[in-house]
């Protein structure tokens, strides 16, 4: 039984030190020198090469190095019997939970506004004009691990907090919509919109300008679920209507986002580098290691994806 790190762009040492310093007895390796595929029976991976996981004949378990397992599946040649066990940790919790607050409570404050009125000096009385947290509507795409902690983090400043999920929910403070059918009522009432879905074919290019075109004209737009929840070409044009006002963007189709990608240098685009949370090795390794035994003793893993939903 080995155990292979496939995660070229996240950091493979600092994971092979936590695995080695919790369980020196485990046998740890780093793709591409993974000696006999036959040997390996765990992976942790993060945006695994095609073909990586199935070239490996005794794969049993794949541990998503996040939070998003769409990252597996857009493998053709995924192993469909192999499990998938996702992150879900307090601290990439909350380090979302404090992107969230902060976005909003930048937008609740007028606060882009308030940037280009300094750069053009100018003083307005009229920015005293805000509204109240409680007749602030947030809506969150999203009531899972993340969209539940912002939401309740938002209902704890007094804003008027919906959240929408494909099954339905009822979540003490936050107004909670399902469905297709839910969305548009959702939508109607966010002057706030917070992506937090996972991607899946049902979810990709969710955000597009059917969608703007039912939030509130002049709504704030925060993506922080992923890129390709987003139709690119449909965000600029809905922004310079007024239709929105601002977004706020952690995830792009491409990443990183090109150079000479139009969302950097709009004004009305807030880019920030996929860095909303982030997995912390030192406590997400001690839940990998508890999920192994727990396989080795036949028991149920922690947080296995669904591979059927895709998240
Ligand atoms: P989660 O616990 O699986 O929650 C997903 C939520 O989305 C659930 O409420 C689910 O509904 C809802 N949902 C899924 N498909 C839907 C659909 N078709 N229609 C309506 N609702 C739907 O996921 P999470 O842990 O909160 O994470 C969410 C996403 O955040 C991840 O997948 C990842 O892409 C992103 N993320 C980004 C960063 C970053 O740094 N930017 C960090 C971590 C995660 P049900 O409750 O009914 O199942
Ligand atoms: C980051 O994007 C994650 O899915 O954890």
């Given at each position: 039984m080995a155990v292979l790190i496939i995660a070229s762009h996240d950091r493979p040492d600092w994971w092979l030190r936590e695995l080695e310093q919790r369980d020196?007895?485990?046998?740890?390796?780093?793709w591409p020198d993974?000696?006999?595929?036959?040997d390996i029976t765990y992976v942790l991976a993060w945006k695994p090469p095609p073909g990586a996981l199935a070239s490996l004949p005794n794969l049993a378990i794949v541990f998503s190095l996040g939070a998003g397992v769409d990252h597996l599946f857009t493998d053709p040649d995924f192993p469909a019997h192999v499990a998938v066990v996702r992150v879900v940790d307090p601290y990439l919790t909350a380090?979302?939970?404090e992107y969230v607050l902060l976005h909003t409570l930048r937008y609740h404050k007028n606060q882009p506004a308030l940037d280009q009125q300094q750069r053009d000096h100018v003083w307005d009385d009229r920015a005293r004009e805000l509204r109240r947290a409680d007749e602030q509507g947030v809506g969150i795409l999203g009531l899972g691990e993340l969209g539940q902690a912002c939401g309740n983090a938002l209902v704890g400043l007094n804003f008027d907090v919906a959240g929408w999920s494909r099954s339905p929910k009822d979540l003490p403070g936050i107004t909670c919509f399902d469905g297709r059918g839910g969305l548009d009522a959702l939508l109607?009432?966010?002057?706030?919109?917070?992506?937090l879905l996972p991607l899946t074919p049902e979810?990709?290019?969710i955000l597009n300008a059917n969608l703007f075109s039912k939030l509130p004209?002049?709504?704030?737009?925060?993506?922080?679920?992923?890129?390709?929840?987003?139709v690119e070409e449909d965000l600029i044009p809905a922004l310079e209507s007024g239709r929105l006002a601002h977004a706020t963007l952690d995830v792009f189709r491409e990443e990183p986002l090109p150079?000479?990608?139009?969302?950097?240098?709009?004004?009305?685009?807030?880019?920030?580098?996929h860095n909303a949370a982030i997995t912390?090795?030192?406590?997400?390794?001690?839940?990998?290691l508890e999920d192994i035994g727990r396989h080795q003793r036949g028991e149920a893993l922690s947080n296995q994806v669904d591979t059927g939903l895709g998240y």
């Open positions: 020196p007895a485990l046998d740890v390796r780093i993974i000696g006999d595929p036959a380090g979302m939970r109607g009432r966010s002057r706030i919109l917070i992506c979810t990709d290019g004209k002049g709504a704030f737009l925060i993506n922080a679920a992923r890129g390709g929840h987003m150079g000479d990608h139009p969302f950097w240098d709009h004004s009305q685009i807030t880019v920030t580098p912390d090795p030192r406590s997400v390794v001690i839940q990998i």
